[in-house]
Structure formats: C-alpha cells, structure tokens
C-alpha cells in the first residue's frame, strides 16, 4: 500500500525493520521471526541495505520472499553509496514489477573499511537526489509512482553539527517528494518531541515516525551506540540497568519496560507511528506490542 494510504488512516502504525541475513541458516531463522510476528500486522516492515550497497542481493531477496510468501507490505531501503542511475533504475524496475509500493531513500553508510569514503563524488551524494530520482521513475502501475520515506535524526546527524542547516536538509528531501520520516533510534521522548515541533516551524508536514529500539543486552546496547552514532543513552535507563547488575534477564526486563513506556507516552502524544528495530528477533518486539494492547 501506497506510503499515503498507509498514513491517511488516522491511526498510528507500528511497522518493524528486518536486516538480511548472509547464511542460510540465519535466514530460515530470520523467517522464523517474521511469521511469528506477522499475526501482529504491522503496517509495513523494512528491510535494511548493507553498508556500502553490501546487501543488494540479499535485500532484495527477503523483499521479494516477504511478498510472496507473507502478508507483510516490505519497504526495501535503498543508499547512494556507489551507484549509478542505471543501477538505481534496474533496482526501482524489479521492484516496481514485484509490486513493491514503497521505498526508505537514503545516503547510506560507507563501506565498512572505508570510513574516508567521499559521498560527494557519488552520482547520488545526498538521499535528496535519490528520492528525486525515484520520484522520476515512471515503471510503477501506481501513477503516484513508488511513495517514499527519509531519515531523520532527533538528536542530530553527527556529520551536520549545525542544526538550522539540517532542518533545511531535512525540508530538502521532504519537497524532493518523500511521503514520511522515519528516525533514528532515540532514548528520550523530549529529544523526538522537540524535532517534531522544529519539522513543523521548518514547514516539514509529512507523517513522522518513530524509530524504537529496546535494550535487550549490554552488547546489543554497545553495538547499537557504535551503529546509531550520536544516539543518547539517559542517566535514568543507565541507572535502571546499573540496578540490573550481571542478570541478563533483569537488562532485558529493564529494556523492555523502557522501550514499552517510550512508546506508551509517544502513542499518548499523537506520534504517527512506531517502528521497532528488532534486530531479527521476535521476542522483545512481541512483548512491546502485548504490553502496549497491540497484539492481534
Ligand atoms: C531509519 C533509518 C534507516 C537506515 N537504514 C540504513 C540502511 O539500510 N543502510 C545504510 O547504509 N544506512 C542506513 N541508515 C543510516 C544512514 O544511511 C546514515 O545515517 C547516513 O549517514 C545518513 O543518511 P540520510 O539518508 O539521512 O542522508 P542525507 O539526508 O543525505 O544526509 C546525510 C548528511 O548530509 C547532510 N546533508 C544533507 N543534504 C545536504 C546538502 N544539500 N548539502 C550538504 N549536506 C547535506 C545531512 O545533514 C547529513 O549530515 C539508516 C538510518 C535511519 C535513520
């Protein structure tokens, strides 16, 4: 379903993001998790892209898998890094003839061993130009063409420490043509109110939707500060998971309850949606929806 449709309900979405596994083993077990969590019909789920375009083949494969043999409406992201508008357009075609609706436009990280790499001397060095060109492309049976979603980052983009400048980037891809916000992993309710209040002074009015991440393990917590750079980790759930101590279970149980009244709160104040980034697993993610009253 177009990303407008989705949008026009007057209800919140919860949607969820998938990353494609490599090993085949990985990907029965991804599978797994995604029709065990299919009853809750979400409104959509995304699909990562590799760092670097790493994963074109194996996004494009789950894509494809979901469409066939599930419910689930999937949201392939897509990155600049590297490509041609003849990859790009090959890519938006598959999609297109796979009855694909709509597409997460983004810059995209660099190679995983290229941390100088130079977005700038690519054919698309912005996820602006990205989404004009999707807005361009005319091979979809929706005369709208694909609907379209952007990042956007409530604590800021590390790599645009001038905040005025990145609302007007923001706004950028937004007249560009895409249909909806999602963002970046956050902690703090007030950092994700304050960006949507500033949205709206920048003239930004598209749905926005919330990127909800629960703490499961210190690791994972590790791994995601290192992923989603910049994001902040509150004194109050450092201090939770500090009285948590060596018990896995009790972290988890923090997470969870943290996670579940970040998203109490955001569902109370009117956000668009929630997206919960599950890292392939189904467990904490159904545990959110169930305490939330979601679950079908
Ligand atoms: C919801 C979500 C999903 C993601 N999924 C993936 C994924 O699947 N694969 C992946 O590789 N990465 C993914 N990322 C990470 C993302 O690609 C990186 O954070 C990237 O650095 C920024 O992407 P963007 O689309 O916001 O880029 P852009 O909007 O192009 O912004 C990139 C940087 O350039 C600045 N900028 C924008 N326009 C201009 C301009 N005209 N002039 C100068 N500076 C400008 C911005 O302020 C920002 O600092 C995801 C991020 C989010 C929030």
Redesign the pocket.
């Known amino acids: 379903m177009h990303a407008r449709n989705i949008f026009s309900k007057g209800k919140p979405t919860i949607s969820f993001?998938f990353?494609p596994p490599k090993t085949s083993e990985a990907k029965e077990n991804l599978f797994t998790t995604i029709l065990d969590l299919e009853s809750i019909q979400p409104a959509f789920v995304?699909v990562?892209?590799?760092?670097?375009?790493s994963t074109r083949e194996l996004?494009h494969d789950l894509v494809l898998r979901l469409k066939k043999q599930t419910s689930l409406d999937p949201v392939p992201?897509l990155?600049?890094?590297g490509h041609t508008e003849a990859e790009i357009d090959v890519i938006l075609q598959r999609y297109a003839e796979a009855g694909v609706s709509n597409i997460?436009?983004?810059?995209?990280?660099p190679p995983r061993d290229r941390s100088d790499y130079d977005?700038t001397r690519d054919t698309f060095?912005?996820?602006?130009d990205l989404v004009r060109f999707i807005k361009k492309f005319t091979g979809h049976s929706d005369p709208r063409g694909f609907g379209i979603?952007?990042?956007?980052?409530p604590e800021g983009?590390?790599?645009?420490p001038n905040r005025l400048?990145?609302m007007d980037?923001?706004k950028?891809?937004v007249d560009a043509g895409a249909d909806y916000i999602?963002?970046?992993?956050f902690f703090e309710n007030r950092d994700f109110y304050d960006f949507r209040e500033r949205c709206d002074l920048a003239g930004i009015s598209v749905p926005i939707v919330a990127?909800i991440m629960p703490v499961t393990s210190l690791s994972s917590m590790k791994r995601m500060a290192e992923l989603?750079?910049g994001a902040r980790y509150p004194a109050r759930l450092l201090k939770a998971l500090q009285r948590a101590g060596d018990s896995p279970e009790a972290v988890r149980q923090i997470g969870l309850h943290y996670a579940t009244e970040q998203c109490a709160d955001l569902l109370d104040n009117s956000v668009a949606g929630i997206?919960l980034y599950t890292l392939n697993q189904s467990t904490a993610t159904r545990e959110i929806c169930q305490r939330l009253g979601i679950t079908k």
């Open positions: 993001e990353f995304s990562t892209y590799g760092a670097g375009g996004t992201h990155t600049c890094v997460l436009a983004l810059r995209g990280d977005h060095p912005q996820a602006a979603g952007v990042a956007g980052f983009h590390p790599s645009t400048l990145e980037y923001l950028q891809k999602c963002t970046q992993l990127g989603a750079g997206h």
